[in-house]
């Protein structure tokens, strides 16, 4: 028993207030307008969020994510936004601050697949303008409706910007955001880039010598003559639309293609649903309009002969017919009246090949089956396709050097900024100095995410995925074919190989194969 003379004097240290942990708050801009003030917009925007933020003793700056000049429709194309939600994902985040939802997402498909997404991860979103906060959302519906009104403000601008483009061309002072083959932008205006322009010449003065599509092809490809933005091989569709348009005479045709008034806005081809402009004289020349005229009625003359079929050393199948046992072409020959295609082995032995020869008229319906089954599917056959080439085409690009090396270098800056606003907020920084350097940070960003898209878009411009592409713009307004035509070959397929006397494999010029059965 102690003595209570003796007792140990005890002093009792209360606890400290537990610290409460400060909420990671980021913010997200975005400036859509193509003003030249844009980086002050900006800048202001990322100065108020700096300011908001720090003035809250219980929020700390997480980052501020802003998106320059690009459309808020598609997410895929919003740098900024893609990589705030990998540092949501990564837990970074705890709040999101954002001065709209049309600057969130514009269409409602979006704003609430996002939203339930930072929900599911504990993120909180707070919609200034409308004065919504996720966190104290008791239902979505409230969220459903700014976010249609949302929608409904992008497809006003949409229609607006359509105005503006439609007025422009009724003026005659249009300027198409991309060039045919043998021109270049200056500015504004179209510039004849004249080594490009000599194989334009070229490949016309090869068709008024009577010379067909594939013909010209194949002389381009031998001759090694590059066909532009790094892309070595010429097609038959690359000819025949060079020998088809008239902006090569000089005059431009405007609205071919139109967007659909509704979302998602998608360009189709304009069969009359809108107007289209037709300006003389709009541009320098590279063909002048004499000779475009006969190339014209020269392609015309041929589309009617291969209709008729009065000529019978014509065909349309020379040169795409082969056989699948040696390799070997195929030849026409008339047998007692009927044509067939054999083996140029077969014709000289039977024992040289076992492939049989085949009836003309056999191999025309399936190749008009094969036609029409791509005209009524199209997007169920080729869609799937390109979806997969295109996602193969990002897993490259992700791997990408250069890219990954100017990705590194977009969130090195970013950091930087983010220490700059830091330092600014605590007033370490002279405000003058901080908005120098930040705008010299602004503008490096800015001219790293132009290279980046650049990059994009150079990448993107892989053969088989253009070429899947066309041949879908090609069989969205084909009809039902009752004739096998040489635009067939040129827009559709590259070969046919004759497998059996039953069988024979279409192989389509973005390099799909197909089979039909001869019956």
């Given amino acids: 028993?102690?003595?209570?003379?003796?007792?140990?004097?005890?002093?009792?240290?209360?606890?400290?207030?537990?610290?409460?942990?400060?909420?990671?708050?980021?913010?997200?801009?975005?400036?859509?307008?193509?003003?030249?003030?844009?980086?002050?917009?900006?800048?202001?925007?990322?100065?108020?969020?700096?300011?908001?933020?720090?003035?809250?003793?219980?929020?700390?700056?997480?980052?501020?994510?802003?998106?320059?000049?690009?459309?808020?429709?598609?997410?895929?194309?919003?740098?900024?936004?893609?990589?705030?939600?990998?540092?949501?994902?990564?837990?970074?985040?705890?709040?999101?601050?954002?001065?709209?939802?049309?600057?969130?997402?514009?269409?409602?498909?979006?704003?609430?697949?996002?939203?339930?997404?930072?929900?599911?991860?504990?993120?909180?979103?707070?919609?200034?303008?409308?004065?919504?906060?996720?966190?104290?959302?008791?239902?979505?519906?409230?969220?459903?409706?700014?976010?249609?009104?949302?929608?409904?403000?992008?497809?006003?601008?949409?229609?607006?910007?359509?105005?503006?483009?439609?007025?422009?061309?009724?003026?005659?002072?249009?300027?198409?955001?991309?060039?045919?083959?043998?021109?270049?932008?200056?500015?504004?205006?179209?510039?004849?880039?004249?080594?490009?322009?000599?194989?334009?010449?070229?490949?016309?003065?090869?068709?008024?010598?009577?010379?067909g599509h594939t013909d010209i092809t194949k002389r381009l490809n031998e001759s090694g003559i590059d066909r532009g933005h790094g892309r070595e091989r010429w097609h038959c569709s690359m000819v025949s639309y060079i020998l088809s348009n008239r902006f090569y005479t000089g005059d431009s045709d405007w609205q071919k293609t139109c967007a659909t008034d509704t979302l998602p806005f998608k360009q189709v081809k304009n069969r009359g649903q809108k107007p289209r402009y037709q300006v003389e004289d709009d541009h320098p020349g590279i063909i002048d309009r004499e000779n475009f005229q006969r190339v014209q009625e020269l392609i015309a003359a041929r589309k009617e002969r291969f209709y008729r079929g009065s000529t019978p050393s014509d065909s349309v199948y020379t040169g795409h017919i082969f056989c699948g046992h040696c390799g070997c072409a195929c030849r026409k020959k008339v047998t007692r009246g009927m044509v067939h295609w054999v083996c140029n082995r077969r014709n000289d032995s039977k024992e040289l090949c076992p492939i049989p020869q085949i009836p003309e008229a056999v191999l025309t319906a399936a190749t008009l089956r094969l036609h029409n089954k791509l005209a009524l599917h199209a997007a169920e056959l080729l869609q799937p396709l390109l979806d997969q080439l295109r996602g193969i085409r990002e897993r490259e690009l992700r791997s990408n050097q250069r890219l990954s090396d100017i990705d590194k270098e977009i969130a090195n800056i970013s950091g930087q900024n983010l220490v700059l606003i830091r330092l600014k907020s605590k007033g370490c920084i002279d405000p003058a100095l901080a908005l120098s350097q930040a705008d010299g940070l602004g503008r490096r960003l800015r001219d790293l995410r132009r290279l980046h898209r650049k990059v994009l878009e150079a990448a993107d411009g892989d053969e088989q995925i253009q070429t899947t592409e066309a041949m879908l713009d090609y069989l969205e307004g084909a009809q039902w074919q009752t004739e096998v035509t040489p635009e067939l070959f040129e827009n559709l397929v590259e070969r046919i190989t004759v497998v059996s006397a039953e069988v024979v494999k279409f192989r389509l010029l973005n390099g799909l194969e197909l089979v039909e059965r001869l019956v």
């Fill in 1 to 211: 028993m102690v003595n209570q003379a003796n007792a140990p004097k005890v002093t009792v240290i209360d606890p400290a207030a537990p610290e409460k942990a400060k909420l990671r708050v980021a913010a997200y801009a975005r400036v859509s307008s193509d003003s030249a003030d844009q980086l002050n917009s900006y800048l202001a925007q990322v100065d108020y969020y700096t300011r908001h933020i720090g003035e809250n003793p219980d929020w700390e700056l997480a980052d501020i994510y802003a998106d320059e000049g690009i459309s808020g429709l598609d997410t895929r194309k919003r740098d900024e936004f893609n990589r705030m939600l990998a540092d949501c994902y990564a837990g970074k985040i705890d709040r999101i601050l954002v001065k709209s939802m049309s600057r969130f997402a514009r269409n409602t498909r979006d704003s609430l697949h996002f939203m339930r997404e930072l929900m599911r991860l504990g993120i909180t979103i707070r919609f200034e303008k409308e004065n919504i906060d996720t966190g104290k959302l008791s239902s979505e519906q409230t969220a459903t409706i700014y976010a249609a009104f949302a929608q409904m403000e992008s497809t006003g601008h949409s229609s607006n910007m359509r105005l503006s483009v439609r007025m422009r061309m009724e003026k005659g002072i249009f300027t198409p955001s991309s060039m045919p083959y043998g021109y270049r932008l200056n500015g504004l205006e179209p510039e004849i880039v004249p080594e490009e322009a000599q194989v334009v010449r070229q490949i016309f003065a090869a068709a008024l010598q009577g010379q």
